[in-house]
C-alpha cells in the first residue's frame, strides 16, 4: 500500500510539532514506523491522504460510537455554528446535555462540563479533596487517567506504594499523595485501606482498564473499592471517560451494578469534540465554585458546537432501544472470530471484549490471561506489531499499541467484521 504523501507530511510535522503529533498515542512509538495521514473520515471507514481506505477501529479513541461523520451530528453542529461558536454564558443546551447525562448514567444527579478527559479527572480529584479535607488518592498500576500531575506517577520501592513522578516536571511533592496499588488486587486494595483508610480522599479507577489493552475489572475488585471505600469515608471515582456511553448506555457501573460517588466522562459525551464531564451525587456536586468553594473554571466549558455534538450523540444512543445489542454483536462477533482464528493458526492470544471494547493479546508463554499490568505488559510487543502493519497494509486500522484498546461502533456491520476477520486470518498465518 503507497503511503509516501503521509510520510511527507510527517515528516513536515517533526520539524513544526514535537514527535510530529499532537498527542503521543498517535506517534506509532509501540510499532515503529510512520503514522498514516488521514484526510476524511465516513461510518466506520477512514482515508489517508494518499486515497487508501481503512476499517477503523480506533474510532478517534473511542468518541465515534455512532460511526465517522454521522448526519445527525453534522446537522446539529451545522444549526450550531450558524447561531455563533462560542457564548461564554449560559446556553439552553448545556442543560439539555446535562438532562441527557442524568437521564442515562445511573449515578449522577449533577454534571459539570469541561473540555477534556484530563481535566475532568483532574477536577474530580480536587473534588474528592475538598469535599473529604483529606490528600491522598488511590490509584492503580496500568489506568491512565489523562496527563494529571498527580496520575502521571509511577510505583516506588515500597511494599502498599507510595508514588512518584514518572513524567519530568511532575514534583515529588504532586506524586506524593498517591498510593499506587495492582488493578484486581482485591488483598491490596484492603491492605491499603487498612494502612491509610482515614487519610484517602478517593480512589480513582478505571472500572474496565482501557489504556494497558481491555482489562475488565473482576465484580470481587470494584465491590470491594465500593465497600472500602464507605468504610474509610473516602470517595470512589470511576473514570468512565472511555467505558462511558461504550460498555452500557449508563457506563461500567450500569453493567456491573455499582454505583461510584464521581464519574468523570469524556469521548463518546462529545461526540467527537472536546468535551469531558464530571459529575455525581447533588450534595457532593455543590462542593464546587459557585456554590462550594471547589474553584474550577473553563472558558469554552459547554461551547455551543461541543454541546450540539454530544446531545446529537447521546441522542442518537438514547432513541436506538438495540444501540447496545449493535454493539455487543459487532465486538463479539469481531472478538470471538478474532480467537478462532488465531486457534487455528496456533498463535497464543487472548482477546477479552465487553460492551464496544476489545483487545487482541498476544499472551506470554506464562500468561493464560490478561488481568493487570505485569500481565499486560508481558505479552509480545514484537508480535503485534508485526500483526498491526500487516493488517494496516491490507487496509484494516487498529490502535498502534499492543497497550490500546479497539473500538467499535454502530456503523462496524457483520459485512465489515467479517471482512476484518479475512484479513486478521492472512495476517496471522503470516506472523
Ligand atoms: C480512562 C481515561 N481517562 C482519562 C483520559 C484522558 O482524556 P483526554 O485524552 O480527553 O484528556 C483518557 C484518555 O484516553 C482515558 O482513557
Known amino acids: 500500500m503507497n503511503r509516501e504523501k503521509s510520510r511527507q507530511i510527517f515528516e513536515q510535522a517533526t520539524t513544526l510539532i514535537p514527535g510530529g503529533v499532537n498527542s503521543p498515542a498517535r506517534a506509532f512509538g509501540g510499532v515503529g514506523g510512520s503514522p498514516v495521514v488521514f484526510e476524511r473520515a465516513k461510518g466506520a471507514y477512514m482515508y489517508d491522504v494518499d486515497g487508501n481506505r481503512y476499517i477503523d477501529y480506533v474510532l478517534s479513541w473511542g468518541p465515534m460510537i455512532l460511526g465517522h461523520a454521522d448526519p445527525r451530528v453534522c ?19 448545556e442543560n439539555t446535555l446535562a438532562e441527557l447525562i442524568v437521564k442515562m448514567v445511573p449515578s449522577i444527579e449533577k454534571v459539570r462540563l469541561v473540555n477534556s478527559g484530563s481535566e475532568a479527572t483532574m477536577s474530580a480529584i480536587r473534588l474528592a479533596r475538598g469535599y473529604t479535607g483529606r490528600n491522598k488518592i488511590i490509584k492503580f498500576i496500568g489506568c491512565y487517567h489523562g496527563h494529571v500531575d498527580s496520575l502521571l506517577v509511577a510505583a516506588g520501592s515500597a511494599a502498599a506504594t507510595l508514588a512518584v513522578p514518572d513524567s519530568p516536571g511532575v514534583t515529588p511533592g504532586c506524586a506524593a499523595d498517591t498510593i499506587l496499588v495492582q488493578y484486581n488486587d482485591v488483598a491490596a486494595v484492603c491492605e491499603t485501606f487498612a494502612q491509610y483508610g482515614a487519610e484517602i480522599a478517593g480512589v480513582i479507577v478505571e472500572p474496565v482498564g482501557g489504556n494497558m489493552g481491555c482489562v475488565p475489572g473482576s465484580r470481587e475488585f470494584l465491590q470491594t ?30 453493567y456491573y451494578g455499582i454505583m461510584p460517588d464521581i464519574t468523570t466522562l469524556g469521548k463518546v459525551v462529545g461526540g467527537g469534540l472536546p468535551v469531558g464531564a464530571y459529575a455525581g451525587r447533588k450534595e457532593i456536586m455543590d462542593a464546587i465554585s459557585p456554590v462550594g468553594k471547589v474553584y474550577q473554571a473553563g472558558t469554552l466549558s459547554g461551547n455551543p ?27 463479539t462477533r469481531l472478538a470471538e472470530g478474532i480467537a ?5 493458526s496456533g498463535v497464543k492470544v487472548a482477546v477479552p471484549h465487553i460492551g464496544g471494547m476489545a483487545t487482541v493479546f498476544f499472551l506470554s508463554e506464562e500468561d493464560d490471561a490478561v488481568v493487570d499490568w505485569p500481565s499486560s505488559s508481558r ?28 473500538f467499535t461502533s454502530v456503523a462496524h456491520t457483520d459485512a465489515i467484521v467479517d471482512e476484518t476477520l479475512e484479513c486478521v486470518g492472512k495476517a496471522f498465518k503470516a506472523l
Open 75 to 93: 446537522d446539529a453542529l451545522h444549526e450550531a455554528v450558524s447561531r455563533g461558536t462560542s457564548f461564554g454564558a449560559p446556553t439552553l443546551a
Open 225 to 254: 473499592l465500593r465497600d472500602e471505600t464507605v468504610k474509610a469515608g473516602s470517595l470512589l471515582i470511576f473514570d468512565e471517560v472511555m467505558t462511558g456511553f461504550r460498555v452500557a448506555k449508563g457506563g461500567a457501573q450500569e
Open 305 to 331: 458546537l461541543a454541546t450540539a455534538a454530544g446531545i446529537a450523540t447521546l441522542t442518537a444512543i438514547d432513541e436506538d432501544p438495540d444501540f447496545y445489542a449493535k454493539i455487543d454483536r459487532a465486538t
Open 340 to 344: 478462532a482464528l488465531a486457534a487455528e
Open 379 to 406: 505479552c509480545d510487543k514484537a508480535r503485534f506489531a508485526k500483526f498491526f502493519w500487516n493488517l494496516l497494509d491490507q487496509g484494516v486500522y487498529l490502535p498502534c499499541s499492543q497497550f490500546e484498546t479497539m
